[in-house]
């Protein structure tokens, strides 16, 4: 979910449509008579990463059902990390990331440098980071929630991995993340942990909560997790423009996230009538969150992505709609 440094393809001609490639995401193809859209061109092959979040997960599986079930496209979801995927626009292996969270870096690098990549606007979805406690902790400590009392209750926190000092649980350690540097520089009496995906994060706020056993950690907006359980954000020193630029001497918190869609360059001036399907390709967190948790609850990427397409017919319409 992550995301300063956390927070994604060139068509051939093809006759057939290919099974989706994402590891345990089931639902067959589906083809129609608008195949190749208001260009007339085929939409050939396309090539979309998938990063390693259950949000970002539904922008794919929504993106990918549509172009298959109304522009005919042959889909190759790739499950690639965040700096991998934009690794792909050179070698022509990724054509579009969905949901890019900040990533100045990899923007100056592919974008302006190299040129190779292009945004394709924004998603709809305003992504927050920010560190956590699960809501019975402000009910019994209310102060928590201010970074500068987090040294007076480091103690509740530790853990055997901790060294003694108390635990900050981060999730992928993939996901962008400042959460070293502020224990650093904000002089806090903590250890980053990794909890080694998302998954393994949620459930550890889900066992806190229910369990009420002391947590702190790394979490991010839109999850659809928090439609069923209540954490609070913890107010680290206000955001400023340029307060981050230096990654390691960051002490304030995370920058709000307009997120963008991310293509090649190649891709996006090929013609295809896919690019103006994810040049339109916009949402909201609650359209998100309502696939996510489908995704979430083991329904396969199709299942998903249909129910929640056939309940917005309007949406989808007008994605598809051309200049």
Known sequence: MKRTALRRRSGAAAAVVLALVVAGCGGGDIEDDSAG????????????AVNPWVGY???VAVVSYVLKSRLGCTVEQKNLTEEVSWQGFAGGTVDVILENWGHDDLRKKYIDEQKVAVTLGPTGVKGIIGWYVPQWMVTKYPDITNWENLNKY???FVTSESGGKGQLLDG?????TNDEALVKNLNLNYKVVFAGSEAA???????AQQQEKPLIGYFYE???FLTDLKIVHVNLPPYTPGCDADPKAVKCDYAPYILDKIASKAFADSGSP????IKNFTWTNDDQNLVAK????KVSYDDAAKKWVDANAAKVDAWLKTA
Do not use: H
């Open 37 to 48: 859209g208001a260009s007339g061109k085929d939409c050939g092959t396309f090539n979309i």
């Open 57 to 59: 997960e539904a922008n």
């Open 154 to 156: 480091a103690s509740l």
């Open 172 to 176: 992928d350690p993939s996901f962008v």
């Open 201 to 207: 994060l949620t459930e550890a706020f889900k066992t």
């Open 222 to 224: 839109p999850q659809w």
């Open 274 to 277: 896919a690019v103006n399907l």
């Open 294 to 297: 489908d995704i979430a609850n």
